[in-house]
Nanobody, 121 residues
Framework: QVQLVESGGGLVQAGGSLRLSCAAS????????MNWYRQAPGKQRELVAV???????NYADSVKGRFTISRDNAKNTVYLQMNTLKPEDTAVYYC???????????????WGQGTQVTVSS
């Protein structure tokens, strides 16, 4: 069984910072991309940041220059450092990873349960 568990969400004032973490555990052989998505009330889930197995990153235009994604491959963990937060960043943030599960023998997507980030004005 594979699990992705997020942590680090909370309530912060505009201009503040938060750091999200997502740890993958279980029968993992290897992990390709690890990503952060978010979903605000009444809106579709959107991709926020991507990091591949080599550390190459990509960001949504709305967070470029404010958010930084990183990963620790030894810990199967991905992070999202969020600075200069804005009220429009309020959403549930989800971790996603494409990984090889030794029980299945092929790569597939896994999702965390989500963590709430609320930015007050």
């Amino acid at each position: 069984q594979v699990q992705l568990v997020e942590s680090g969400g909370g309530l912060v004032q505009a201009g503040g910072s938060l750091r999200l973490s997502c740890a993958a555990s279980g029968s993992i052989v290897s992990i390709n991309a690890m990503n952060w998505y978010r979903q605000a009330p009444g809106k579709q889930r959107e991709l926020v940041a991507v990091i591949n197995s080599e550390g190459r990153t990509n960001y949504a235009d709305s967070v470029k220059g404010r958010f930084t994604i990183s990963r620790d491959n030894a810990k199967n963990t991905v992070y999202l450092q969020m600075n200069t937060l804005k009220p429009e960043d309020t959403a549930v943030y989800y971790c996603n990873a494409e990984l090889l599960n030794s029980m299945l023998g092929y790569f597939r997507d896994y999702w965390g349960q989500g963590t709430q980030v609320t930015v007050s004005s």
